[in-house]
């Protein structure tokens, strides 16, 4: 009988050891401060136009400056194409306004709010240089009053899988511009909800430079001014947008405003008829995107900006964030499900709202309301605390977790012959790209180049990912430096003296149970 009851006791013992290596606990001791540099260096890795040899993306050292033009490989007084700079938009070389204006509103929204924790980590710096990168570009796309262009690159070209310096030049060798001016938005072709959300990336970014470099903070001003008249006065959206088309433009009116409101307080009466009432919905819609922050959808966003800053909507984001804690659906994992593809950029949109509407309120007071802190437990899981024991960021994540590597991103793959699946391993790692991780409420995920929806990272993610990091810095979280690894041609992460670590993890059962075993022996 005690033998036996033994036998049990040990087997638990195994039990327990092997669910030890199984599951990714979390760590408590977490320096959020990691998190946003590694959030930071998607960035950094998206940057184009930039020829530094010293990067760490050897392919940063190869780029063009001359590539993304106006018209026809029109260059500027430099001799550098005028929207050549800027960020590539994901695992691709296109660049679209679009997702990039929201990005950057996310980035910038999140340092007016976290500004003093990025301070404590030491990224300062680099915050303020991955704003201006995206910034400085939308400038350049808003030549004129009433001109924005849309995009660099087309549809077609998203199907190609190309090395970096490939896209530069044709067969031949010979530069290959593009030119940048073949979707525009103007007064014929009007797209207010892009023209809009530059409002609210313009009206941030002026806030976010007001003291440090108000030259720069009045240009931003301009443009905001001048693109809310432009895309109020002339409304509409294309019948139909090769990429990121938005159904409508009513929530980017009313963010659009709030901003503006925000910026230029002595004209805020004007700008609040086209926000007062707007946020009534959100009391009662039952319609999950309606909750949804991403860069077709600002609503909750913008009402939750509008009662924190402008004093309007009392108790609507009250509402906003209990919906997202008791009615979004979440996978068995509980991670919010929103949508089969990008689905992690919604969970931490919904995270960011949180984030923010919780920081330093004021307004928040009506103590019927619990405070949810639902954004550190979906970090946990994107982290790895999860049932793939997978980090859904590149590799990074908690101890013993596993990091993707093979995400859907030419640059990180470098691939060889134009072929997805040559080499086998991505060549170039990128730390830090949040990955739309699963497709469904059972949390199915694998890290597969080739599968899109859950493998390619994007500026969108990236710029939510940063916010909600920088609202998790703790008293536990202390300053980094922004220093990246050395990367070789031939690197494979996996591989430390020629031993995999995947096939350590079945020899390290193996070991453990024949301590366990003799345990046993030792014990009868
Ligand atoms: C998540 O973390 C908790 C606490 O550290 C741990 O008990 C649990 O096993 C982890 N879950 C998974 C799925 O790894
Ligand atoms: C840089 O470009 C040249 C062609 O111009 C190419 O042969 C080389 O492989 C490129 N290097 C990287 C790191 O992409
Ligand atoms: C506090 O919140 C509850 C629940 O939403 C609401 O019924 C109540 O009116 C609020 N009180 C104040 C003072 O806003
Ligand atoms: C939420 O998190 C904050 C900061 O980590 C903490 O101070 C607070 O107690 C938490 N609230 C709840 C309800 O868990």
């Known amino acids: 009988m ?24 979390v760590d408590e001791n977490f320096n959020y401060c990691e998190g946003l540099k590694a959030g930071l260096t998607f960035f950094k890795a998206q940057r184009a136009g930039v020829n530094e040899p010293e990067s760490e993306f050897p392919w940063q050292s190869n780029i063009t400056t001359k590539f993304d033009t106006y018209k026809n490989g029109e260059l500027d007084e430099n001799g550098i194409g005028y929207l050549s700079r800027g960020y ?26 976290f500004k003093d924790n990025i301070e404590k980590c030491g990224l300062l710096e680099v915050y303020l240089s991955a704003i201006k990168t995206g910034v400085n570009w939308l400038i350049a796309a808003h030549p004129e009053p009433n001109i924005v262009y849309r995009q660099c690159g087309v549809v077609a070209d998203h199907y190609k899988w190309e090395r970096p310096y490939q896209i530069y030049v044709d067969q031949n060798g010979q530069p290959k511009p593009r030119d940048c001016t073949k979707q525009i938005i103007d007064v014929n072709n009007p797209s207010s909800d892009i023209v ?23 240009l931003c001003k301009k443009h905001a001014l001048q693109l809310w008249d432009f895309g109020i006065n002339h409304q509409g959206i294309p019948s139909y ?13 009313v963010w659009a405003s709030a901003w503006l409101s925000f910026i230029d307080r002595s004209n805020e009466n004007h700008y609040k008829t086209y926000y007062q009432g707007k946020c009534d919905k959100l009391k009662y819609s039952n319609s999950y ?29 009250n509402s906003i964030i209990n919906y997202w804690n008791t009615k979004i659906p979440k996978t068995k994992d509980g991670i919010f499900f929103i949508d089969k593809w990008g689905n992690n950029r919604y969970s931490l949109g919904g995270c960011l709202l949180e984030a923010i509407w ?15 802190n639902f954004s550190k437990k979906q970090i946990e899981i994107i982290l790895g605390n999860n049932s793939n024991h997978y980090s859904y960021v590149s590799q990074f994540g908690f101890k013993s977790s596993k990091l993707p590597l093979n995400i859907h991103h030419r640059s990180s793959h470098n691939p060889i012959n134009f072929d997805k699946f040559n080499p086998i391993n991505n060549q170039y790692p990128i730390v830090g790209a949040l ?17 899109y929806e859950m493998n390619e990272p994007a500026l969108d993610y990236n710029s939510v990912f940063v916010g909600v990091m ?50 046993i022996i030792f014990l009868m």
């Not at 009851?5 to 290596?21: D, P």
């Open 435 to 451: 990955l739309p991780g699963p497709t469904d409420l059972n949390d199915n995920y694998y890290e597969d180049r080739n599968n």
């Open 358 to 372: 919780n920081n330093n309120n004021n307004n928040n007071n009506n103590d019927s309301i619990v405070k949810t």
């Open 470 to 519: 920088a609202s998790l810095i703790n008293e536990k979280s202390s300053s980094v430096k922004l220093s990246f690894p050395i990367y070789n041609e031939n690197n494979d992460p996996n591989s430390v003296l020629g031993f995999s670590f995947k096939l350590l993890i079945p020899l390290q059962l193996i070991i453990l149970n024949l301590i366990s075993i003799s345990i």
């Open 241 to 253: 947008s090769e990429m990121y088309d938005s159904l409508d433009f009513q929530d980017e009116i």
């Open 2 to 25: 005690f033998f036996i009851y033994k036998v049990f006791l040990s087997l638990v013992v195994i039990l327990l050891k092997i669910s030890l290596i199984i599951s990714v606990p």
């Open 289 to 317: 995107w309606d909750y949804v922050y991403s860069w077709a959808n600002k609503l909750s966003a913008a009402c939750i900006f509008i009662e924190k800053n402008l004093n309007e909507n009392q108790g609507v984001s």
């Open 88 to 113: 590539f938009d994901a695992g691709d070389y296109l660049k679209i306004t679009n997702p990039l204006s929201f990005s950057m509103t996310a980035l910038s929204w999140s340092f007016l709010e």
């Open 196 to 218: 809009l959300e530059m409002v609210a990336t313009m009206s941030a970014a002026s806030k976010v430079f007001e003291s440090i470099d108000p030259e720069y903070s009045n």
